[in-house]
T-cell receptor, first 113, second 114 residues
Framework: AQSVTQLGSHVSVSEGALVLLRCNYSSSVPPYLFWYVQYPNQGLQLLLKYTSAATLVKGINGFEAEFKKSETSFHLTKPSAHMSDAAEYFCVPLGPGRRALTFGSGTRLQVQP | DVKVTQSSRYLVKRTGEKVFLECVQDMDHENMFWYRQDPGLGLRLIYFSYDVKMKEKGDIPEGYSVSREKKERFSLILESASTNQTSMYLC?????????????FGSGTQLSVL
């Protein structure tokens, strides 16, 4: 079954530091991959998505992710963290034969002043 | 902007009650979804629908049913609520084939079953 592993249920960074949220997928067939974000007391929203058109994907709010087949990874990065980036982030696969997204437990990002 | 509206933000029900959670979207989306979100478990897909009167089971459909009589409305039904159904329920919608997958989420309904 298609699945992803997000390393670290909680990640803490200082304001202005690099944000790196790790996601590895497990499949011999690269899936579609999405990053969703859930800000406190808000609904989830799409941050960016990989659908094989380009390996480096830029999303909203300065985030980007690079699909690396050799490493089966799709890590989310942002050069400089803002306090407003504090949220829960979900790496979500859509593998062959699936008709809907299945979310995992996510990574909670804390940004320290 | 797409708006996905869930009828209640907080709901308290008793064990054995029949519970209806309503979701309405205003962008003519074909696809609608129900998830539940629990700490440490993330979001889990309960049911989804890609057309009026069509429905498909998600990963945890047991204890739930759904209804989609109109394109804009997708209802989740707990036939006989149990305490293990206490959770945050999230509705979402999307357009086109399900593979496009830009989901628009509602704000959620926090259901407590006592």
């Amino acid at each position: 079954a298609q699945s992803v592993t997000q390393l670290g249920s909680h990640v803490s960074v200082s304001e202005g530091a690099l944000v790196l949220l790790r996601c590895n997928y497990s499949s011999s067939v690269p899936p579609y991959l999405f990053w969703y974000v859930q800000y406190p007391n808000q609904g989830l929203q799409l941050l960016l998505k990989y659908t094989s058109a380009a390996t480096l994907v830029k999303g909203i709010n300065g985030f980007e992710a690079e699909f690396k087949k050799s490493e089966t990874s799709f890590h989310l990065t942002k050069p400089s963290a803002h306090m407003s980036d504090a949220a829960e982030y979900f790496c979500v696969p859509l593998g062959p034969g699936r008709r809907a997204l299945t979310f995992g437990s996510g990574t909670r990002l804390q940004v320290q002043p | 902007d797409v708006k996905v509206t869930q009828s209640s933000r907080y709901l308290v029900k008793r064990t054995g009650e029949k519970v209806f959670l309503e979701c309405v979207q205003d962008m003519d989306h074909e696809n609608m979804f129900w998830y539940r979100q629990d700490p440490g478990l993330g979001l889990r897909l309960i049911y989804f629908s890609y057309d009026v009167k069509m429905k498909e089971k998600g990963d945890i459909p047991e204890g739930y049913s759904v209804s989609r009589e109109k394109k804009e409305r997708f209802s989740l039904i707990l036939e006989s609520a149990s305490t293990n159904q206490t959770s945050m329920y999230l509705c979402a919608s999307s357009s086109g084939t399900v593979y496009s997958e830009k989901l628009f989420f509602g704000s959620g309904t926090q259901l407590s079953v006592l």
